[in-house]
C-alpha cells in the first residue's frame, strides 16, 4: 500500500471518529469562528488510472451538497475578504468563505451556478502564468506522460532517471518520484525539462492550459460577476520559500498587479502556490504583507478563532477534495475535530 493510500486511510479514520464526537457534543469549541474552503477543480468525475490529482477535483453534485449541509448547519456564507471583521467581531452564528485556486474553466461553467443557487460568494485564486500562458500545470503534464507512456528517461541537471512503468500502482510510483525530482530542484528548470520530455511523447503541456485555465479576457468576464472576487496567486506558481528575495517580491508584487489590471480593483487576498511549507514561512508571509495585501490563505488545514486575528497571513483552509465527499464528511470537517485530533 502506498504511502497516499495509508494516509488516507488515517484521514477517513479520523474523520469517521470526528463524526462520533460532534454527534455526542464533544470539543464543540474545535469549531471556532468558522471556516475557509479550498476546491480547485468542479467537474464530472472521469475514472483514469492513475489518478495522483483525484484530491484536487469535487464534482458539482458534492459541491451542491456540501453547501447545502452547511446551510442546514446555520452557516453564513460570506466573502473571504470579511473574515478579518468577523474574527475581531465574532458571531453566534459560524461562517464559512469559499475559494478556489487557479481559475479553471470549470469554475465559471460547473462551479458558479452552484454559488448562485446559494447566494454564495467565492474567491478565486487566478495565477498569472497560467492565465496568459506563459507557465504550465506540471502536476497535470506528468499525470497525462504517466498515463501515456510505459518507458521513458527524464533528464534534469545531468542526472537521468529511468522510468519503467505499465500498471496502474508502478505508474503512480513513477509519478511520485518524478515529482519528488521537480520539488528538490530548480522547478522552472525541472518544468520546463517535463514539458521538452511530455512533447517528445505527443503531450502539449501548454494546450493543457489553455483547454483548462481561464484566459486573461475570460477572467474579465468572469470577475465582473457579483458573487466573484479575484484574488493573486503568483505569477510562477513556483514554491516560494526556494525564491530569492527579489524574485519573491517581484513574483507577488506581479500578480497582484495582474488582478488590478483585470478587475481595476486591487486585490486583498493571496493565496500561496501549494500552500504548504514549499511556499509558506515567515520570509514570504512578510513579502505578501509587504506587497499591501490583507491577508493570504495556505492549505494547512484548521478552523479559525480568535488567534488568528494575528496571522492574517497564514490563514488555513479546508480542502474539499475527491476522497471525501459525503455530507459526513463536510460536517466532521467543519467541526475542527480532527485538526484537533491529530494536534494542527
Not at 475557509?36 to 484536487?56: C, G, M, S
Not at 526556494?242 to 508584487?253: K, T, W
Request: aromatic residues 8%; charged residues 20%; contains cysteine.
Amino acid at each position: 500500500m502506498s504511502k497516499a493510500s495509508i494516509r488516507r486511510k488515517v484521514i477517513a479514520g479520523g474523520l469517521a471518529t470526528a463524526s462520533i464526537m460532534r454527534q455526542l457534543n464533544l470539543m464543540q469549541d474545535a469549531r471556532g469562528y468558522g471556516t475557509i474552503f479550498t476546491l480547485h477543480h468542479v467537474r464530472p468525475y472521469q475514472a483514469k488510472e492513475p489518478d495522483p490529482n483525484r484530491h484536487l477535483e469535487i464534482t458539482p453534485q458534492f459541491l451542491a451538497t456540501a453547501l447545502r449541509t452547511l446551510w442546514r448547519e446555520n452557516y453564513e456564507f460570506i466573502r473571504l475578504d470579511q473574515v478579518p471583521q468577523r474574527l475581531a467581531a465574532p458571531s453566534s452564528r459560524p461562517f464559512a468563505a469559499f475559494t478556489l485556486d487557479d481559475a479553471y474553466h470549470n469554475t465559471k461553467t460547473m462551479a458558479l451556478p452552484i454559488f448562485e443557487h446559494f447566494e454564495a460568494p467565492c474567491t478565486v485564486f487566478a495565477c498569472q502564468g497560467l492565465s496568459n500562458r506563459s507557465h504550465t500545470l506540471w502536476w497535470e503534464t506528468l499525470a497525462a506522460l504517466v498515463r501515456k507512456v510505459d518507458h521513458f528517461e527524464f533528464s534534469l541537471n545531468g542526472v537521468t532517471t529511468a522510468i519503467s512503468a505499465q500498471t496502474p500502482a508502478s505508474k503512480q510510483q513513477a509519478f511520485d518520484q518524478i515529482a519528488q525530482r521537480i520539488a528538490q530542484s530548480d522547478e522552472a528548470d525541472a518544468i520546463h525539462a517535463l514539458n521538452a520530455l511530455a512533447l517528445h511523447h505527443g503531450i502539449n503541456s501548454v494546450e493543457m492550459v489553455e483547454a483548462a485555465i481561464l484566459s486573461t479576457a475570460e477572467l474579465r468576464d468572469f470577475a465582473s460577476h457579483p458573487l466573484v472576487t479575484l484574488g493573486a496567486h503568483s505569477v510562477s506558481h513556483r514554491a516560494l520559500t526556494r525564491l530569492s528575495d527579489e524574485d519573491l517580491a517581484n513574483d507577488i508584487v506581479a500578480s497582484v498587479d495582474y488582478i488590478e489590471g483585470v478587475t481595476g480593483q486591487r486585490p486583498t487576498s493571496f493565496a500561496y502556490p501549494y500552500g504548504d511549507a514549499r511556499s509558506v514561512d515567515d520570509r514570504t508571509a512578510n513579502a505578501v504583507r509587504d506587497a499591501g495585501l490583507r491577508l493570504a490563505v495556505t492549505t494547512r488545514p484548521g478552523t479559525l478563532n480568535a488567534r488568528h486575528q494575528t496571522a492574517l497571513y497564514t490563514l488555513p483552509r479546508i480542502s474539499l477534495n475527491g476522497y471525501f465527499q459525503t455530507p459526513r464528511h463536510v460536517t466532521a470537517l467543519a467541526s475542527g475535530i480532527p485538526f484537533k485530533l491529530f494536534g494542527q
